[in-house]
T-cell receptor, first 116, second 116 residues
Framework: AQTVTQSQPEMSVQEAETVTLSCTYD???????LFWYKQPPSRQMILVIR??????QNATENRFSVNFQKAAKSFSLKISDSQLGDTAMYFC?????????????FGKGITLSVRP | KAGVTQTPRYLIKTRGQQVTLSCSPI?????VSWYQQTPGQGLQFLFE???????NKGNFPGRFSGRQFSNSRSEMNVSTLELGDSALYLC???????????????FGSGTRLTVV
């Protein structure tokens, strides 16, 4: 079974600065997908960024980028130029590549606060 | 286009009662997944439906059931409610589910169920 670990329960960052959220996972599969989701107080889970394990290049979406280290099973999220609207819970998630593994396994999440 | 719609947004039920939650996926999406979110257990996968068939199931008791209709709308039912069933129930839709993750999963805002 896959596990996803987010060891930092809370983080705080000053507006306009950069913050990195950590995530590690464990799996025996060689191909899979990794995600970062954001959950603001509105409760809706919003996809921030996605990484396919067979792609060596780290994914980037505007101010959001990941550092994917497959051998170390590490998948961290870097938020550049933090904005007040980035305040939310962030979840790291794993999904296997096969149809039978069509479920997301989430970490416990990290609460990020952006200070003005 | 419209997002994933979950109804009702809030619900209060008494122990022993049953409840039905509804999820309308994004138009054209055929996969619908359900997740339970609690402070203690985090986000846990309940089940996934694809083309009216349950394709994957999490580790929940038989009191939790679901179904999907021909228009891809899904319902989730919990019978004989227990206090521990109090949670945010999230629905996620995808074009095909795990096999085409290029489209990702889009979540609704959830139904907050409180059992008293």
């Amino acid at each position: 079974a896959q596990t996803v670990t987010q060891s930092q329960p809370e983080m705080s960052v000053q507006e306009a600065e950069t913050v990195t959220l950590s995530c590690t996972y464990d799996t025996s599969e060689s191909n899979y997908y990794l995600f970062w989701y954001k959950q603001p107080p509105s409760r809706q889970m919003i996809l921030v960024i996605r990484q396919e394990a067979y792609k060596q290049q780290n994914a980037t979406e505007n101010r959001f980028s990941v550092n994917f280290q497959k051998a170390a099973k590490s998948f961290s999220l870097k938020i550049s130029d933090s904005q007040l609207g980035d305040t939310a819970m962030y979840f790291c998630a794993f999904m296997g590549h096969t149809g039978a593994n069509s479920k997301l396994t989430f970490g416990k999440g990290i609460t990020l606060s952006v200070r003005p | 286009k419209a997002g994933v719609t979950q109804t009702p947004r809030y619900l209060i039920k008494t122990r022993g009662q049953q409840v039905t939650l509804s999820c309308s996926p994004i138009s054209g999406h055929r996969s619908v997944s359900w997740y339970q979110q609690t402070p203690g257990q985090g986000l846990q996968f309940l089940f996934e439906y694809f083309s009216e068939t349950q394709r994957n199931k999490g580790n929940f008791p038989g009191r939790f059931s679901g179904r999907q209709f021909s228009n891809s709308r899904s319902e989730m039912n919990v019978s004989t409610l227990e206090l521990g069933d109090s949670a945010l129930y999230l629905c996620a839709s995808s074009l095909m589910g795990g096999l085409t993750l290029g489209y990702g999963y889009t979540f609704g805002s959830g139904t907050r169920l409180t059992v008293v």
